[in-house]
């Protein structure tokens, strides 16, 4: 690894972290940096805090699960945005490009508005089985069609609008006003509610897809001059696109079931670090990364704290950030070209 690619891994670790750090002190109670280290401290056997039961809870029980949360979500969703950018060929793909985001919706919704699953089913695994269904989907239709990368990307969209119009229509029909207004602020993304068990498990899928995904860099690399250019240089195809494609969407549907559907981190983030990095995918991936985790800690605060008491889902503020970034990228790209 070059020396430009360990400060810039080094330098996004250490944003990471101090984001985070700060972001727990950031609410109604008066939280401070130390207050925070000593908490973590104690809870890892380092000594006692000092801090007093509610204060410790606050930061323990409350803020840092949902820091940590979004550093997760945030660089879950930019690795996958950047790995099916390059495998698709595709600047405008995204982690919900193959349908994962809609299916997850729709087996919420039918977890909480029609009781699927008699009390059995939680929210999350809910989102998660229906995730999976939109991705099978994808993956039949566009395996019946030819299974190229192109078929893929309309299978997706196909699937995305068919559980789109599915969700809607079991909200129209079958939620009161209440329910509808809980459903409708999870469809939009949000961290309330994070805990540790949600923490644990996206890591987990976090850690798992980012080794299988550096273990395919070079192959990454590769697919940037096309298929069968990559075929020439010795990649198999086949195996290397559904091992890709299925390692993002598990890992998308690991995320959105914990979180609802955070649009705009995955999409505009690899353009963003790819100025930084390069092109090299041993270099981006981590990269953006890390980048997402930075990202998405700083959008939840704001999406805490800005209209407090009042909370706004955190899909809106990614969009509302997300659109007036991409368009600057566009533009610079344009001006660059």
Do not use: K, Y
């Not at 972290?17 to 002190?25: Q, R």
């Not at 087996?107 to 999350?124: D, E, I, K, N, R």
């Not at 993956?139 to 196909?158: K, P, T």
């Amino acid at each position: 690894m070059s020396v430009r690619a360990l400060l810039l891994t080094g330098g996004g670790v250490a944003a990471v972290l101090g984001s985070i750090a700060v972001a727990v002190t950031i609410g109604p109670a008066d939280i401070s940096t130390g207050d925070v280290w000593a908490s973590v401290g104690s809870h890892l056997g380092l000594g006692e805090s000092g801090l007093a039961p509610l204060r410790d809870g606050i930061v323990w029980d409350l803020r840092m699960p949902r820091a940590l949360l979004a550093a997760v979500c945030g660089a879950g969703l930019a690795l996958c945005g950047a790995v099916l950018q390059s495998l698709l060929r595709n600047p405008l793909a995204d982690p919900f490009v193959l349908g994962v985001s809609s299916g997850a919706s729709t087996g919420a919704v039918a977890v909480v508005v029609l009781g699927v699953g008699g009390g059995a089913v939680s929210l999350p695994a809910g989102a998660f089985l229906g995730a999976l269904l939109s991705f099978a989907l994808v993956l039949v239709l566009s395996h019946s069609l030819g299974g190229s990368m192109d078929r893929v990307v309309l299978c997706g969209v196909a699937a995305m609008q068919l559980f789109s119009a599915l969700t809607s229509f079991t909200v129209l029909t079958s939620a009161d006003a209440e329910t509808t207004r809980g459903v409708l602020f999870w469809l939009l993304g949000s961290l309330t509610g994070a805990g540790w068990t949600q923490v644990l498990t996206c890591a987990l899928a976090l850690a798992a897809a980012l080794l299988v995904c550096l273990a395919h860099a070079r192959t990454l690399d590769a697919f940037a001059f096309g298929e069968e250019a990559a075929a020439g240089l010795g990649v198999r195809v086949a195996r290397t696109r559904l091992v890709l494609l299925t390692t993002t969407a598990l890992l998308t549907a690991a995320l959105v079931s914990c979180t609802g559907a955070i649009g705009f981190v995955g999409l505009v983030l690899p353009h963003v670090t790819r100025r930084l990095t390069g092109p090299g995918h041993a270099r981006l991936l981590p990269v953006t990364a890390l980048a997402g985790a930075v990202f998405l800690v700083w959008v939840d605060t704001a999406a805490r704290t800005v209209l407090d008491p009042q909370e706004v889902p955190v899909g809106v503020v990614t969009s509302l950030v997300g659109v007036p970034a991409f368009v600057a990228v566009l533009l610079r790209g344009r001006r660059t070209a």
